[in-house]
């Protein structure tokens, strides 16, 4: 049965790969349907992908351009695209496709509307990506375009049908093993305009051989990404949440453990870990403008783990999970002022959307370190969301984003609003001047 799901992956990537290899570029439309506590809103996640060998040059301005010329913005949106589109940061990919920029777009969703039915025509409520893509087919340049329905996706940096699974390496002639992943977010009731958003990420494995007692070494790297809007940033200078410990005085950024899946118990004794991550980002954070000044971010995250572990296999497991968390904190800007309550929950609050983090890429590399067993095993994240047949991928359950209030000014107070602060500087300044005169010996 393995070794069947294993034709089937190459066979997959055989395919991706020729797809991938006569991609030239492209945009995505990737949709998604949520409420924000008093509307439903689709969140269009627009995102222009390049190809590494055929498209070099990229700037904001190209991207903006194909994105009003594809009809996922309108013209008056294009200048707001130019200010706030973000730069995603150079990473690693199979079929060297990659996502350029990215910017996240809100509109309401009504009953009759485009997005609401496509979404919901298989009452699935996944990622469901929009290409128009220049390739090359034949020798011949053509344009790719979904029809109505769309396609899903693993997420809006993944460009769905050009992702190979690389399960098969042509150099070496070494297959590898899937491994199926994703990444969730969560946000901190406490902290009021500074709060912590611990990440998660789950790996899932398939077992590993029937060795009693066996002792083994993972290796791993993977690469998430955290959009962010204009509501929100992180300090650069200090991205990470970091716990300091009498045995850590370096201090612990990221956190590894295991867990099992499956009806038995699954004995994992963890005998060494060690976890580090990078924070980096292609563009300045600007951590003092208000909302309605700032643009958009995606940050990267760079995660590196070594561990060696006992591993005993029960009878009715399915494989196993690692997690790892860390964390960051997330600083609320001052939201723009309320023009009307339509909408609002109540007087003075607005709702604040925060996406959830990507799993971009992930590779592993199991091996055994005892004496009479040879297992070696390579196993490379799959982003293929027709792997989800195989039960094991989690694509489709897509996780929502975090919704928060925060309290917001209302635009027909300004002028009450400035009265009374300049009242009480004025005051507070005649106030400090006098008690220095009282208190000063002048010459």
């Not at 994105?67 to 990473?91: F, M, N, P």
């Not at 060795?211 to 940033?233: G, H, Q, W």
Request: glycine share 6%; net charge negative; with cysteine.
């Amino acid at each position: 049965m393995t070794t069947l799901l294993l034709l089937l992956f190459i066979t997959r990537l055989l395919w991706t790969a020729d797809a991938a290899e006569y991609l030239i570029s492209g945009i995505a439309d990737t949709a998604q349907v949520f409420s924000n506590g008093s509307v439903d809103l689709t969140r269009h996640h627009l995102v222009c992908f390049r190809h590494d060998v055929y498209q070099t040059s990229f700037d904001p301005e190209t991207c903006c351009s194909q994105l009003y010329l594809k009809g996922s913005i309108e013209k008056d949106q294009v200048k707001y695209c130019l200010d706030h589109v973000a730069e995603v940061s150079s990473i690693e990919s199979y079929g060297s496709v990659s996502p350029a920029y990215y910017l996240a777009i809100d509109s309401s969703v009504t009953l009759d509307s485009y997005h609401e039915k496509q979404l919901f025509l298989d009452n699935i409520s996944s990622y469901r990506q929009h290409r128009s893509l220049q390739v090359v087919e034949d020798k011949e340049k053509e344009t790719l375009l979904d029809g109505y329905k769309g396609v899903d996706a693993f997420s809006p940096f993944h460009l769905t049908g050009f992702m190979p699974s690389g399960l098969h390496d042509e150099d070496t002639e070494r297959s590898s093993f899937p491994l199926f992943g994703i990444a969730e977010g969560s946000l901190s009731n406490e902290g009021g305009m500074h709060r912590s958003f611990g990440q998660t990420v789950h790996f899932s494995f398939l077992d590993l051989p029937n060795n009693n007692d066996a002792r083994y070494r993972m290796k791993l790297s993977a690469t998430v990404l955290l959009p962010i809007t204009e509501s929100v940033f992180i300090d650069a200078d200090d991205p990470l949440i970091v716990e300091y410990t009498k045995d850590s005085p370096d201090g612990i950024k990221c956190r590894a453990k295991f867990a099992s899946k499956g009806a038995s118990a699954l004995d994992t004794s963890t005998l060494e870990n060690d976890c580090n991550i990078q924070f980096t980002t292609s563009e300045v954070i600007d951590i003092e403008q208000p909302s309605f000044a700032s643009r958009q971010y995606v940050v990267v995250y760079h995660i590196s783990a070594s561990l060696d572990f006992d591993y005993c296999h029960h009878e009715g497991t399915e494989g196993f999970e690692l997690l790892i968390d860390y964390g960051t904190t997330l600083h609320i800007r001052y939201p723009s002022p309320i023009l009307n309550q339509t909408g609002v929950f109540e007087v003075g609050i607005v709702p604040i959307v925060i996406q959830q983090p990507v799993l971009y890429s992930t590779m592993a590399n199991v091996q055994c370190l005892t004496l009479d067993c040879s297992f070696d095993r390579k196993y490379i994240l799959q982003t293929d969301v027709s792997a989800s047949e195989f039960g094991t991928n989690k694509a489709l359950d897509m996780p929502e984003p975090v919704l928060i209030n925060v309290a917001a000014g209302i635009n027909a107070d300004y002028w009450w609003v400035t009265l009374i602060t300049m009242s009480a500087a004025v005051v507070g300044g005649i106030v400090v001047i006098k008690s220095i005169d009282s208190v000063s010996q002048w010459s």
